[in-house]
């Protein structure tokens, strides 16, 4: 599987270089997802500019990838979801579920609101 990952202070932004998310690549997704929550990334901006097609196993991967950084007070975002995939998601009734914004500027700014919002939460329950 190929893909890069750009870590910054508040988040990190995985670009899966491949045309395909289906069963022979969501276990491998999903390993490199639990590692970053390992680390301490609560954060992840997942960019699928470059997939064309998922699968249910993909799906899975991606849910997966999201209660990750749920169960961490974290934020996941799809960004950069074609048409093709937005309607799997959208049958599937994941986009009430999932952040998915166009951009991976928008992904970020996204991510920096909802720590912003934590922030300010975390202070008023001290």
């Known amino acids: 599987m190929k893909f890069g990952i750009d870590k910054q202070e508040n988040y990190s932004v995985f670009a ?3 045309d ?6 969501a276990p491998l997704l999903k390993s490199e997802m639990i590692l970053l929550n390992a680390e301490g990334i609560r ?3 997942f960019d699928m500019s470059k997939i064309k097609f ?7 991967s991606i849910l997966i990838s999201n209660r990750l950084c749920k169960n961490s007070k974290g934020t996941f975002v799809l ?3 074609n048409d093709v995939v937005m309607r799997l998601i959208k049958i599937s009734q994941l986009d009430t579920i999932l952040h998915i914004v166009p951009t991976v500027q928008e992904a970020k700014d996204l991510v920096l609101m909802e720590e912003i919002e934590r922030s ?3 202070e008023g329950e001290a």
């Open 43 to 45: 954060n992840i901006i």
């Open 54 to 60: 998922v699968d249910s196993s993909g799906l899975s």
């Open 79 to 81: 960004t950069g979801v």
């Open 20 to 25: 395909k998310l289906n069963s022979q690549v």
């Open 120 to 122: 300010f939460n975390d």
């Open 16 to 18: 899966l270089e491949e």
